[in-house]
T-cell receptor, first 116, second 112 residues
């Protein structure tokens, strides 16, 4: 597609429920990032993939958060046993290159997760 | 990565130039300055980046001081659609994937 697509656009989950958020990056983009953005804050890094390899997951806030990109294209961010503090916008970004200088990452519009 | 400091908010009249400052006094030699913006309910959008020379593209100009400790993003003729949060980010490409560390940015309000 022309851009990074994320689904669903909005998700309401009851506390304790598991959720799965999907990211379709731009075709051929090697690098894929997940960010979490709380209300009124800048996005915060969660994890990074280079093709199917998860090279950095240092930003995942707890072991309830899990991300995968099994075939090096679509990625899923899964949150188990959701808590109210997980309420945020989850952003996905992709980049054509693996390392080095690039002309910016392309972000999706995000998934707004509300845990009630 | 070096930290950046930006004013929390700025106003600009429609049609005038918007000059958004950023301080990055601890920047090191292999770190680039990137600017992104985030319009309400959208993901961040890349604007421009530079190392030490001034840069210009169809969206904006980036002026970096000679000592590289600060920079200014210039939107030459601001429109209402430029109302957004603008993030100045310093990125180290020394062998890493260049993870972006966002601060709180500057909320630019363009007024008619």
């Amino acid at each position: 597609g022309a851009g990074v697509s994320q689904s669903p656009r909005y998700k309401v989950a009851k506390r304790g429920q598991d959720v799965a958020l999907r990211c379709d990056p731009i075709s051929g983009h090697v690098s894929l990032f997940w960010y979490q953005q709380a209300l009124g804050q800048g996005p915060e890094f969660l994890t990074y993939f280079q093709n199917e390899a998860q090279l950095d997951k240092s930003g995942l806030p707890s072991d309830r958060f899990f991300a995968e990109r099994p075939e090096g294209s679509v990625s899923t961010l899964k949150i188990q046993r959701t808590q109210q503090e997980d309420s945020a916008v989850y952003l996905c970004a992709s980049s054509l290159v693996a390392t080095g200088i690039n002309y910016g990452y392309t972000f999706g519009s995000g998934t707004r997760l509300t845990v009630v | 990565d070096a930290k950046t400091t930006q004013p929390p908010s700025m106003d600009c009249a429609e049609g005038r130039a918007a000059n958004l400052p950023c301080n990055h006094s601890t920047i090191s030699g292999n770190e680039y300055v990137y600017w992104y913006r985030q319009i309400h309910s959208q993901g961040p959008q890349y604007i421009i980046h530079g190392l030490k020379n001034n840069e210009t593209n169809e969206m904006a100009s980036l002026i970096i001081t000679e000592d590289r400790k600060s920079s200014t993003l210039i939107l030459p003729h601001a429109t209402l659609r430029d109302t957004a949060v603008y993030y100045c980010i310093v990125v180290n490409y020394g062998g890493s994937q260049g993870n972006l560390i966002f601060g709180k940015g500057t909320k630019l309000s363009v007024k008619p």
